[in-house]
Structures are given as C-alpha cells and as structure tokens.
C-alpha cells in the first residue's frame, strides 16, 4: 500500500514539473505578433484646430514646419523678431513655413506686439496652441523653436535667441533634407505596396496539379 502511494507521489510531481506545452505555444517565437506601424502626427491637422492672432495663415503644403514658441514679455523674443522675419521673407513660397505660438494671455497684447513688431508670419493664440503637441525644443524656455516635418518628425529643436535664429536660418538645408526623406518614404510605401499586390495575386492562384 505505501509503495502504490509513492508511486502516485511521483507521478503528480512528474505532473507538475513537466513543461506546460500550451503555454509554451504561446511565446513570442511560436506566436509572432505583426508589429503595428507607429502613428504618425499630422502638422496641418493640428492647424486646422487653431486660431490666429493676425490675418496671416500658414502655407497647406509644405516640406519644414518651424514652430517657434514665444511671447511679449521675454526680451530675448523680441531681439530675435527682425531676424525671424527676414528669413520668413526668404522662405515663405518655398518650402518652409514658421508659425509662432504666443504665449500672451490677452490676445490684444499679443497683435499689439505683432503689428509693432511687424511680423509677417502666422501667430496661434495661446488658448489655441495646445493643439499643436509638438514637444518644445531645448530646455522650454522661450524663445524655442522645433523643426518638423509635416508627419511631425523632428529634424532639428533648440532654445535661446541666438540658436533659434541659426535654425531657421538653416531653412534652405531643412527643406532639402526634409523633401530627401519624403522621397525615401514615397519609395518604401511603393515597394511596400507592390510586395503586397505580388503576394495576394500569388494567393489567388490555383495551385497546379501534380499528374503522376
């Protein structure tokens, strides 16, 4: 009797200790997961959630957005607004848009600054500005600015006066640098696209029988 009860002793610590196969079916390696495509972020659908201090209105297409975060009461954004505006000249109709999110709690104060400033490029009201979540770039502090791509990929970001000033300045290299990527990925969505109409007409094909 006690050698019976050792012997089914054993066989339920066999039991437990042996691998569990249904488990092991579920790993990584028996069960692969499609990884899923990253989500990308739309600058113009951001815009469309926006309002303007002025009458200016960003360019629909175009290859760099630069966000530039400022406001009326830091120094440093106001030393930088004639420079800013030079390049806007330079860039507006070829390729590259500025848009500046104030951060004026007046809207008033706000298009005072814009009309004595001159500004010709586009100005988001601060109650509106947070539909664009474009991170700020550098340390946050203002003035900062964010060089993206439509689909929101960063190309490049700093804070200070005089780093948001050489960023922009470098506009013409971001455009070609930006409409370079564009192209990559205008070729991989193809190639992408043909792999997949190849694969499905090979589904779709009757397999051939074998006459022996």
Request: charged letters at 30%; aromatic letters at 6%; hydrophobic letters at 40%.
């Given at each position: 009797m006690?050698?019976l ?5 054993m066989m339920?610590?066999a039991?437990?200790f042996?691998?569990?196969t249904a488990?092991?079916?579920?790993t990584?390696?028996?069960a692969e ?16 959630e926006?309002e ?8 629909k297409?175009?290859?760099?957005y630069?966000?530039?975060r400022s406001?009326?009461?830091c ?5 930088i607004?004639?420079?800013i505006?030079e ?8 390729g ?8 004026d709690a007046?809207?008033?104060v706000a298009r005072?600054?814009?009309t ?13 500005a947070g539909a664009v979540?474009i991170?700020?770039?550098?340390s ?5 600015i964010v ?9 490049k970001?700093?804070s200070?006066a005089?780093d948001?000033?050489q960023?922009?300045?470098?506009w013409?290299e ?12 205008k070729k991989?969505?193809a190639?992408k696209?043909?792999?997949?109409k190849?694969?499905?007409?090979a589904e779709?094909?009757?397999?051939e029988l074998?006459l022996?």
């Amino acid at each position: 009797m006690k050698r019976l009860f050792s012997i089914a002793i054993m066989m339920l610590g066999a039991a437990f200790f042996a691998p569990n196969t249904a488990y092991a079916q579920d790993t990584p390696e028996a069960a692969e997961v499609e990884a899923s495509e990253p989500e990308t972020v739309s600058v113009p659908d951001m815009l469309k959630e926006v309002e303007y201090v002025t009458k200016a209105k960003p360019k629909k297409k175009v290859a760099v957005y630069f966000i530039l975060r400022s406001h009326s009461k830091c120094g440093f954004c106001r030393k930088i607004v004639p420079t800013i505006n030079e390049h806007y000249k330079a860039m507006k109709g070829k390729g590259a848009e500025l848009i500046m999110l104030n951060g004026d709690a007046d809207p008033k104060v706000a298009r005072e600054w814009a009309t004595e400033a001159e500004m010709l490029f586009p100005i988001v009201t601060k109650d509106t500005a947070g539909a664009v979540t474009i991170p700020a770039g550098g340390s946050g502090g203002t003035p900062n600015i964010v060089a993206v791509t439509p689909n929101g990929t960063v190309l490049k970001s700093d804070s200070g006066a005089n780093d948001c000033e050489q960023i922009v300045g470098m506009w013409k290299e971001l455009v070609k640098e930006a409409k370079a990527e564009q192209k990559k990925a205008k070729k991989a969505a193809a190639k992408k696209k043909k792999a997949k109409k190849k694969a499905k007409a090979a589904e779709a094909e009757p397999e051939e029988l074998s006459l022996d």
